[in-house]
């Protein structure tokens, strides 16, 4: 089960993650804005996906905490909204504090989360350097 949730909240946030990237695309080609404006809305969008992805990992293991044969949350944890987002932050960022830690097959989503998270912000870091190579070279023509 733990796998499969994995696998769903993977898709869920690769696509939107894609849609949100090709939005940002679309109107870059469509407005022609500054520079600097351009390039801060890129990375805006970037953030705000990245943030939306956190949140969705965080409401599962609220959820999963709530099935504790699917796991649960232990460590410096209370309970609240706040503890769920910052262990699926941490666990997405790869920075893996320990503070908070998943037992249980909730284990799996952490580990699977943090492999998410690493391939979507190095696709954020790869999209905004090729939109700034792409900038630097219409600026220079």
Known sequence: MAFAISAGLALVTVLMHYEVLNIAGAMR???SLPMRVDLLLLVIA???AHVVGICLFAVAYAWMHQH?????LAGLFSGSAADF???SI???TTIGFGEVYA???MRIVAALEGLNGLVLITWSA???YASTSDLWKRKQD
């Open 85 to 87: 987002f910052y262990f």
């Open 68 to 72: 504790r044969d699917l796991g649960a």
């Open 90 to 92: 941490t666990c997405y």
């Open 126 to 128: 790869s999209f905004a």
């Open 29 to 31: 080609r469509r407005f």
């Open 103 to 105: 037992t249980g097959p």
């Open 46 to 48: 970037a953030i705000i």
